[in-house]
Nanobody
Framework: VQLQASGGGLVQAGGFLRLSCAASGLTFSRYIMGWFRQAPGKEREFVTLIRRSDGYTRYGDSVKGRFTISRDNAKNTVYLQMNSLEPEDTAVYYC?????????????????WGQGTQVTVSS
């Protein structure tokens, strides 16, 4: 199983980025896909997830209204559109896959992880 995250970079506050996570080696449509982030010296934080069966989504409080998750099962890819970026959004962003049924916001619940992509927001 491989999750390949991409799309990170340096952006000014107020700007936007779109992250992608391409999955291979798994039946993509059967997995809940999530995004987490980790800033230096901090624990890994839940950002958002999307459930396979009904497109249900959940967002962390700090990104509600600014970030949007979507998935394309035909392309085995999940996306994270990040708008109105703030310096506090600076972190390494990871995509993750969970074969479970119940949605989880803890990183411990996920089976597979991508390598991460750096997002830096300057003030």
């Amino acid at each position: 199983v491989q999750l390949q995250a991409s799309g990170g970079g340096l952006v000014q506050a107020g700007g936007f980025l779109r992250l992608s996570c391409a999955a291979s080696g798994l039946t993509f449509s059967r997995y809940i896909m999530g995004w987490f982030r980790q800033a230096p010296g901090k624990e890994r934080e839940f950002v958002t997830l999307i459930r396979r069966s009904d497109g249900y989504t959940r967002y962390g409080d700090s990104v509600k209204g600014r970030f949007t998750i979507s998935r394309d099962n035909a392309k085995n890819t999940v996306y994270l559109q990040m708008n109105s970026l703030e310096p506090e959004d600076t972190a390494v962003y990871y995509c993750a896959a969970d074969y479970g049924v119940t949605v989880k916001t803890s990183p411990r619940g996920y089976n597979y992880w991508g390598q991460g992509t750096q997002v830096t927001v300057s003030s």
